[in-house]
T-cell receptor, first 113, second 114 residues
Framework: AQSVTQLGSHVSVSEGALVLLRCNYS??????LFWYVQYPNQGLQLLLK??????LVKGINGFEAEFKKSETSFHLTKPSAHMSDAAEYFC???????????FGTGTRLQVTL | KAGVTQTPRYLIKTRGQQVTLSCSPI?????VSWYQQTPGQGLQFLFE???????NKGNFPGRFSGRQFSNSRSEMNVSTLELGDSALYLC?????????????FGPGTRLLVL
């Protein structure tokens, strides 16, 4: 069975500071990994995905994530936070032949002035 | 291209009733998946349909069912509603079915069961 763990349900950063949201996965087979963002009262928007082509994945809005097999991690980073980044972020994994996304519990990012 | 659309956006029902939610995928997408989002359980997979066939099913009771039509539009039905069914129901579509496929989400239907 596959799973993801997101460390930290709430993260607060100052505007302009580095954003680091942590995600660790568990999978017995090579995983596909995704980061989604959810703004209040909206659905999920894909930020980026890892499909084994490259370990460093660049996404939208300046976000990127690095797949580290030895650490079973896929942390999301952004060099400089913006107020508009305040939202909830979900890490997700799929494996095998299924489209089924297994989500982490989410991290709410707060950006302060 | 228009995104994934879900109707209705908001719904209030009472215990014991049934409800049908609708999802129209992005044009050309053939796979539709449904997810339930609650504060307590987070985001959980309900089922996936591809070419009118259910490909995967999550760990939900039989009261939750779905179907997909030949135009890829999908509906999900919940019978005998319980208070715990109050949630945001999200639909996602992708071109094909598979773990590497990007799923595009709709805005969701917020269901409140009283």
């Amino acid at each position: 069975a596959q799973s993801v763990t997101q460390l930290g349900s709430h993260v607060s950063v100052s505007e302009g500071a580095l954003v680091l949201l942590r995600c660790n996965y568990s999978s017995s087979v090579p995983p596909y990994l995704f980061w989604y963002v959810q703004y209040p009262n909206q659905g999920l928007q894909l930020l980026l995905k890892y499909t084994s082509a490259a370990t460093l994945v660049k996404g939208i809005n300046g976000f990127e994530a690095e797949f580290k097999k030895s650490e079973t991690s896929f942390h999301l980073t952004k060099p400089s936070a913006h107020m508009s980044d305040a939202a909830e972020y979900f890490c997700a994994v799929t494996t095998g032949t299924a489209s089924k996304l297994t989500f982490g519990t989410g991290t709410r990012l707060q950006v302060t002035l | 291209k228009a995104g994934v659309t879900q109707t209705p956006r908001y719904l209030i029902k009472t215990r014991g009733q049934q409800v049908t939610l609708s999802c129209s995928p992005i044009s050309g997408h053939r796979s539709v998946s449904w997810y339930q989002q609650t504060p307590g359980q987070g985001l959980q997979f309900l089922f996936e349909y591809f070419s009118e066939t259910q490909r995967n099913k999550g760990n939900f009771p039989g009261r939750f069912s779905g179907r997909q039509f030949s135009n890829s539009r999908s509906e999900m039905n919940v019978s005998t509603l319980e208070l715990g069914d109050s949630a945001l129901y999200l639909c996602a579509s992708s071109l094909f079915s598979g773990p590497q496929e990007t799923q595009y989400f709709g805005p969701g239907t917020r269901l409140l069961v009283l």
